[in-house]
């Protein structure tokens, strides 16, 4: 079975400090990753993916399939980043639907 | 086209009633999927189509729960005799065909079932 486990509810750094969510994923197979965010007030959005390999609003993330983790970092935290988020797996290239983690509310202080 | 619609935003039932909601995907993505979200958990799969067909249904979803998407294009979800464990943002997400596409979700209907 897959499974997404963020370990941290709530994640609080001051504006310009590195950040860094936390996502580790249990999967046998070859999985697709993603990170989706929701800004108060606003649908869920996909942020990134790790197939991409891009680089969105300054976040990365990278696929390590030893440590099974897909952590989202940020060397330096702005306030607008505050919002909820999630990651996401999806099971290889024929599967369809999304697991997602529990979430992490991120909180930048200025 | 706006993206995702949802249909109601917010709706209050009571215990036993039926409930319908409504999804209107982009016009050109042919998957569609309904998700569930509880208090501080994140979205939980519920079912998937491609274009009409319902190819994927969580074992979850008990039996008063379906989704139809008759002509490829609408869904709607019905909840027969709720029950109040069935409060939750119901979140409906179309993508595009393709392995690397993410979805887009629409805002959601929130049920409260009292």
């Known amino acids: 079975a897959q499974r997404v486990t963020q370990p941290e509810k709530l994640l609080s750094v001051f504006k310009g400090a590195p950040v860094e969510l936390k996502c580790n994923y249990s999967?046998?197979?070859?999985?697709?990753l993603f990170w989706y965010v929701q800004y108060s007030r606003q649908r869920l959005q996909l942020l990134l993916r790790h197939i991409s390999r891009e680089s969105i609003k300054g976040f990365t993330a990278d696929l390590n399939k030893g440590e099974t983790s897909f952590h989202l970092k940020k060397p330096f935290a702005q306030e607008e980043d505050s919002a909820m988020y999630y990651c996401a797996l999806r099971a290889g290239r024929g599967a369809q639907k999304l697991v997602f983690g529990q979430g992490t509310r991120l909180t930048i202080n200025p | 086209d706006t993206g995702v619609s949802q249909d109601p935003r917010h709706k209050i039932t009571k215990r036993g009633q039926n409930v319908t909601f409504r999804c209107d995907p982009i016009?050109?993505?042919?998957?569609l999927y309904w998700y569930r979200q509880t208090l501080g958990q994140g979205p939980e799969f519920l079912t998937y189509f491609q274009n009409e067909a319902q190819l994927e249904k969580s074992r979850l979803l008990s039996n008063r729960f379906s989704a139809e998407r008759p002509k490829g294009s609408f869904s709607t979800l019905e909840i027969q005799r709720t029950e109040q464990g069935d409060s939750a943002m119901y979140l409906c997400?179309?993508?595009?065909?393709?392995?690397?596409?993410?979805?887009?979700f629409g805002s959601g209907t929130r049920l409260t079932v009292v």
């Open positions: 999967y046998s197979g070859s999985p697709e």
């Open positions: 016009s050109e993505h042919n998957r």
């Open positions: 997400a179309s993508s595009a065909p393709g392995p690397i596409y993410g979805y887009t």
